[in-house]
C-alpha cells in the first residue's frame, strides 16, 4: 500500500559526473506529485559540481562541502560519513539515492545503511571484475550494490552482473543511463559556445580531435604515453586540431602541460562547462578518453571514442562498435587514430552503431521503478531494452 503521505526521497552526488548523470533524475523526482524530494552533495568536487548544478537549475538543500586540499580517499570517506549521519537521523528520507561509483556514492550509502534506510542505486551493475581497475570506482560501485535496496541497472549486461551476485530479482530496474537524458537536454546545433576560443575552432576543414584522459590508474607514465602519441598525431597530421580538456588533480595536468603546450594546432582548456562539453562532444571528429561517462554521451552524437583503459566496466560499447579500448600504449594509440582519420569504412561504421547505453528516458523509468516499490503503481513498469 502507499503511504499516506509523499515519499521522501534524498538524492545524494559530489562530483560533476555524477551531477550530470543525477540532474535529469532530480528534477524529475521535484515534478513527481508524489515525491518529497530533497538534494544533499557532498561536494567532492566544488567548482566543477557547482557548474552543473547552475546549468540545470539544481539547488541543495545540504551541502557538505567535504573536500580539502590533497585529501586522501579515506579522509573523504570520513567526512561523508560524519556529515551525512546527522542529516540523515533528522530528515528521515524514505529512500536515499546515490550514483555510480564514487566515494560520495559508497559512503553515503553506508551511512544510509547504519540507520537502516532503504538505498537506492543509480547505474548499478557495472563490472570490470578487476578492483583496482577502474580505481577506487570498482569497489565503490560494489559497496552501494551490496547495500542497496533498489538498483537501477542501465543496462540488460548490468542487471545480468547482479544477479550473478545473487541480487534479488525484484529489486533491479533496467532503466537506461541517464547521461543519456543529460545530453540530449543540452546538445543544440544551433549552440553558441561560452568560452571564447572554442568559438574561433574551425569545425568546417580541420578534423578535430577531443581529449579528456585524468584517471587514477593512468597517472604517470599512462598519461605521458596518451601525450607522446598525441604530439605524434599532431605535428604529422596538418588535418588535425586537437582540442584538450587539461584537468584540475596536478598529477593529470603535469603530462600534458609538458607534452602538449606549445604544439601546433593545439588548444589548451580548462574543465568545461557541462553544455560546452557537450556541445564540443558533437562537433568533434573523434574522442579521446579515459572517462566512464563519455562513453555512454558520445555514442548518441555519432562521435567514435577512444578509450584509454586497459578494462571498461561498460562492454556494451565494445560490442555496439561504438569504442575502441587501446590502454595507454602509444604506439597503438597512434595507429588507431591515424585508422580512424584514414578509414572511412571503419570510421562510418563508428559513427553509425546505435547507443547501447539509453535513449533519453532513464529519468522517467527511474521513477516509475520508486513509486512501484514505494507502492503507488501497481504494475511493475517496463524495462529498457538496449541493443546488446
Not at 548544478?53 to 539547488?59: A, E, K, L, R, V
Not at 595507429?335 to 532513464?362: C, E, H, K, S
Request: glycine share 6%.
Amino acid at each position: 500500500m502507499p503511504l499516506d503521505r509523499r515519499f521522501k526521497v534524498m538524492s545524494v552526488f559530489g562530483t560533476r559526473p555524477e551531477a550530470i548523470k543525477m540532474a535529469p533524475l532530480v528534477k524529475t523526482l521535484q515534478n513527481a506529485p508524489q515525491i518529497e524530494s530533497k538534494v544533499l552533495v557532498t561536494a567532492q568536487h566544488r567548482e566543477m559540481l557547482d557548474q552543473v548544478m547552475g546549468d540545470f537549475g539544481i539547488q541543495s538543500h545540504y551541502d557538505l562541502d567535504v573536500m580539502r586540499p590533497r585529501q586522501t580517499l579515506a579522509q573523504t570517506t570520513e567526512r561523508v560519513l560524519s556529515g551525512m549521519t546527522p542529516i540523515l537521523s533528522s530528515e528521515k528520507p524514505d529512500l536515499v539515492l546515490v550514483h555510480g561509483d564514487t566515494a560520495t556514492a559508497g559512503s553515503a550509502a553506508l551511512a544510509a545503511y547504519y540507520l537502516r534506510i532503504p538505498v537506492g542505486h543509480v547505474e548499478a551493475g557495472l563490472r570490470t571484475g578487476d578492483k583496482y581497475a577502474p580505481f577506487p570506482e570498482e569497489i565503490m560501485r560494489k559497496i552501494a550494490d551490496a547495500i542497496s535496496d533498489i538498483h537501477l541497472a542501465p543496462t540488460q549486461r548490468s542487471k545480468t552482473n547482479l544477479l550473478k551476485e545473487n541480487v534479488p530479482r525484484d529489486g533491479i530496474f533496467v532503466t537506461g543511463n541517464t547521461a543519456v537524458d543529460a545530453l540530449l537536454m543540452t546538445f543544440r546545433k544551433d549552440y553558441a559556445f561560452r568560452d571564447d576560443r572554442l568559438r574561433q575552432v574551425d569545425f568546417r576543414s580541420m578534423k578535430n580531435i577531443l581529449v579528456e584522459v585524468h584517471r587514477r590508474e593512468n597517472f604517470g607514465e599512462g598519461l605521458d604515453n596518451v601525450a607522446r602519441a598525441l604530439v605524434s598525431i599532431v605535428r604529422s597530421r596538418p588535418d588535425v586540431q586537437l582540442l584538450v580538456s587539461v584537468h584540475r588533480n596536478p598529477q593529470a595536468r603535469e603530462p600534458i602541460l609538458r607534452r602538449l603546450q606549445g604544439e601546433p594546432r593545439t588548444i589548451l582548456f580548462e574543465p568545461l562547462d557541462y553544455p560546452d562539453f557537450v556541445n564540443l562532444i558533437g562537433r568533434s571528429y573523434v574522442l579521446v578518453s579515459d572517462s566512464g561517462g563519455v562513453q555512454e554521451e558520445a555514442p548518441s552524437l555519432g562521435v567514435p571514442v577512444i578509450v584509454c583503459r586497459e578494462k571498461t566496466e561498460r562492454p556494451e560499447a565494445l560490442e555496439a562498435g561504438t569504442v575502441v579500448l587501446v590502454g595507454t600504449d602509444e604506439l597503438l594509440l597512434v595507429d588507431t587514430i591515424r585508422d580512424l582519420l584514414d578509414n572511412d569504412t571503419r570510421y562510418d561504421a563508428m559513427r553509425a552503431a546505435v547507443n547501447p547505453f539509453g535513449d533519453g528516458r532513464a529519468a522517467d523509468r527511474t521513477l516509475k521503478a520508486i513509486l512501484y516499490k514505494a507502492g503507488f503503481l501497481p504494475k511493475r513498469p517496463e524495462e529498457f531494452a538496449g541493443t546488446v
